[in-house]
């Protein structure tokens, strides 16, 4: 119904903004990434927007680009995730770190999302696999299969995105998987 607002940003109070349209005050709420790369209070702003309307509210939500906004909808279109969760999701990782984490089925990296569980996280990777994915975002860094294996092996064991990401750089390019993990694990050690 409501598809973009372009006005003055008048306040800024996190999440919520309040967008001045000519005269129209519009109360917007949007994810993290978004507010901040908001433009000072007083400036111009355009925002795509969500409107949901329930029985008790209608409610506004604004993203900056229309990746966000997609994948918000994608989001709630999943049993069990509201708007709120969606816009904690957003808010908690970039939509091309989603895309990533859902591409390679990565449950621990959703979970680090405030309200996620591991539940919640498994039925995001299943619902939206082949939906977000595969569309928004940049392709994962992994460049083989045998790469986003390594990755995973390496997640599985306990170590962080930071440290599976560079041990990864240290690998040759062609190697295997499981001379990979061994490779990986002694340049971790050190």
Not at 30 to 54: C, D, Q
Request: neutral net charge; hydrophobic residues 45%; glycine residues 10%.
């Amino acid at each position: 119904m409501i598809g973009k607002l372009t006005g003055t940003l008048a306040d800024k109070n996190p999440p919520q903004l309040l967008v001045d349209c000519h005269g129209v005050g519009y109360e917007v709420d949007v994810p993290m990434s978004t507010f901040y790369n908001l433009p000072a209070v007083g400036e111009k702003v355009s925002l795509l927007t969500h409107f949901v309307v329930r029985e008790d509210a209608q409610i506004l939500y604004g993203f900056g680009t229309g990746a966000e906004r997609e994948a918000f909808r994608q989001l709630i279109k999943i049993s069990g995730v509201g708007p709120r969760t969606a816009l904690s999701v957003l808010s908690g990782m970039s939509v091309a770190e989603l895309s990533q984490a859902i591409t390679q089925q990565e449950a621990g990296r959703l979970v680090k999302v405030p309200g996620i569980g591991k539940k919640t996280a498994e039925r995001l990777l299943l619902e939206l696999k082949g939906k977000l994915g595969a569309e928004l975002g940049p392709r994962p860094a992994a460049a083989s299969d045998a790469q986003a294996d390594i990755q995973q092996a390496l997640l599985a064991l306990g170590y962080n995105d930071k440290e599976a990401a560079a041990a990864l750089k240290a690998l040759p390019p062609e190697v295997g998987v499981s001379e990979g993990i061994k490779l990986a694990l002694k340049a971790l050690a050190r």
